[in-house]
C-alpha cells in the first residue's frame, strides 16, 4: 500500500530552521500561517510565507519545507478528499480568527476563509521558480529547449531543480502531468484514452501506470469509487 503523510485540521507548531522532506498527502488542504514562516517547494512551485499568508493543497500535491528563524505556527484545514483549489497562495485578515473558528466548527471556518481570501500573484525569483511555473503551465515542454534557451546544461539544471525541489525537472513535469490526468478522470466522463491524449500521455496504458504511481490507484479503479459525485472545484 501506497504511503501517504497525514494531515489533519488542526494546529501545528515548527522549531527555527526545522526542515521536511519532500512528502505527499492523498488530501486537500489549506496551511494558515499563524505566526513565523516558511518556504515551501511542491507540486504548485515554490512560495515563501510569513504570518496571514495561505497556502492551498491539491490532493495528491507532494512538498517539502525549510522554516526560517524563530518558531512557526500554522493550522491545517482539511477540505473535500479530492477538491483541486483553483488557486495556490493567497491572505487572509484575520488568520488567528480563522483558526479559533474552526477548532469549534470547520464548515463555518471555511466560508470565512473564502470570505477574507485575497490572492497573491506570484512572481519566480530564480530559474528553478521560473522552470516549475512554466512546466505547470506546459507540463509537455521539452527541458533540453528550456535549458539552452536560458544559457544551462540540462544537468546543471536537472541538479539545481532537484537542490530546490528535491525532485528532478523530468519527475516535476512527470507528476504535474499526472495530476491533470487525475483530476479529469474523477472530474467528468470523458473516455479515458481521451483524456491521456490530452493530457500528453502517450497512451492509456502510460496514463494509468502514471495514476497508479500518484495515488496507489489505477483510473478504473477511480471511476468505479467516485461516480462523479465529487467535482473538482475551487477552494476560494
Not at 519532500?22 to 517547494?41: F, K, M, N, P, T
Not at 491539491?58 to 525549510?66: I, M
Request: net charge positive; aromatic share 8%.
Amino acid at each position: 500500500m501506497m504511503h501517504f503523510a497525514q494531515i489533519t485540521t488542526g494546529r501545528e507548531t515548527w522549531d527555527a530552521r526545522a526542515s521536511v522532506g519532500r512528502h505527499r498527502h492523498d488530501q486537500a488542504y489549506v496551511a494558515i500561517v499563524l505566526s513565523g514562516g516558511y518556504e515551501e517547494c511542491g507540486s504548485r512551485g515554490r512560495f515563501r510565507v510569513g504570518p496571514g499568508d495561505v497556502l492551498l493543497h491539491g490532493a495528491f500535491d507532494a512538498h517539502l519545507n525549510r522554516f526560517k528563524t524563530g518558531e512557526t505556527r500554522i493550522f491545517n484545514l482539511v477540505l473535500q478528499p479530492l477538491e483541486r483549489p483553483a488557486v495556490s497562495a493567497g491572505r487572509v485578515a484575520d488568520a488567528d480568527g480563522i483558526a479559533a473558528l474552526a477548532e469549534r466548527d470547520p464548515a463555518a471556518a471555511a466560508i470565512q476563509l473564502r470570505e477574507q481570501f485575497t490572492r497573491a500573484t506570484h512572481a519566480p525569483t530564480d530559474w528553478p521558480d521560473l522552470l516549475a511555473t512554466e512546466l505547470l503551465k506546459n507540463p509537455r515542454m521539452r527541458l533540453g529547449v528550456w535549458a539552452s534557451a536560458h544559457g544551462l546544461t540540462i544537468e546543471s539544471v536537472s541538479r539545481g531543480f532537484g537542490k530546490v525541489f528535491g525532485v528532478t525537472p523530468a519527475a516535476f513535469r512527470a507528476q504535474a502531468r499526472a495530476q491533470n490526468a487525475f483530476f479529469e478522470i474523477v472530474g467528468n466522463r470523458s473516455p479515458l484514452a481521451a483524456i491521456a491524449a490530452q493530457t500528453g500521455f502517450a497512451d492509456q496504458a502510460h496514463m494509468s501506470r502514471a495514476t497508479r504511481t500518484l495515488t496507489g490507484r489505477t483510473p478504473t479503479e477511480w471511476r468505479t469509487s467516485n461516480p462523479f459525485k465529487t467535482r473538482t472545484r475551487a477552494a476560494t
